[in-house]
């Protein structure tokens, strides 16, 4: 059964415009929270994080929302630039856990 | 220091053969992680290390499978008798033990044929 949940396989957005990427869990125990980015060839980096302690965390164009009581997070990238074209990974895990759980990742395509 | 490498990118074998796999970490991250990614899946979980010992397996990991990391520092990732559905990439991160920031290397595709 899929824990961590991206239900866009993909997601295309004109350049400058906002690009929103979405994650549902069903693991209520998953107390934090990642997304990682990943281009063609190359493994997934690291991007952004977020406890369950918050519900909101930013780090430049990149800010993710958390919303326990529905098991939802987002990503949100604004503006969005063609660099961002990759494919992204929702991840969580629990702290007693060392491993994240991934979903299938959504792939964006920024638009000129 | 040029992040995690892993050896080699790509490996096409036959079915039925032995295939290894190796990753060399960061150097002061004490755990080393491997995964794996097949087409249209996000990477799934397959075992880790806390230095040279392995804390855990998942399931996915059956008795043909068997990681190793001697040392606590480099790790290989063996498989016996191959079979079709093996062909995936193989992914390996480490981290410093900060929940869920690993720092990956660019996998090596297998391709069993």
């Known amino acids: 059964d899929q824990q961590v949940k991206q239900n866009s396989p993909s997601l295309s957005v004109q350049e400058g415009r906002i690009s929103i990427l979405n994650c549902d869990y069903t693991?209520?125990?998953?107390?934090?929270f990642l997304w990682y980015k990943k281009y063609p060839a190359e493994g997934p980096t690291f991007l952004i994080s977020?406890?369950?302690?918050?519900d909101k965390n930013e780090d430049g164009r990149f800010t993710v929302f958390l919303n326990k009581s529905a098991k939802h997070l987002s990503l949100h990238i604004v503006p969005s630039q063609p660099g961002d074209s990759a494919v992204y990974f929702c991840a969580a895990n629990r702290q007693r856990d060392d491993k994240i759980i991934f979903g299938k990742g959504t792939r964006l395509h920024i638009l000129p | 220091d040029t992040g995690v490498s892993q050896d080699p990118r790509h490996k096409i074998t036959k079915r039925g053969q032995n295939v290894t796999f190796r990753c060399d970490p960061i150097s002061e991250h004490n755990r080393l992680y491997w995964y794996r990614q097949t087409l249209g899946q996000g990477p799934e979980f397959l075992t880790y290390f806390q230095n040279e010992a392995q804390l855990e397996k998942s399931r996915l990991l059956s008795d043909r499978f068997s990681a190793e990391r001697p040392k606590g520092s480099f790790s290989t990732l063996e498989i016996q008798r191959t079979e079709q559905g093996d062909s995936a990439m193989y992914l390996c991160?480490?981290?410093?033990?900060?929940?869920?920031?690993?720092?990956f290397g660019s996998g090596t595709r297998l391709t069993v044929v």
């Open positions: 977020i406890s369950s302690i918050k």
């Open positions: 991160a480490s981290s410093l033990g900060q929940m869920g920031f690993y720092t």
């Open positions: 693991n209520s125990m998953f107390d934090y």
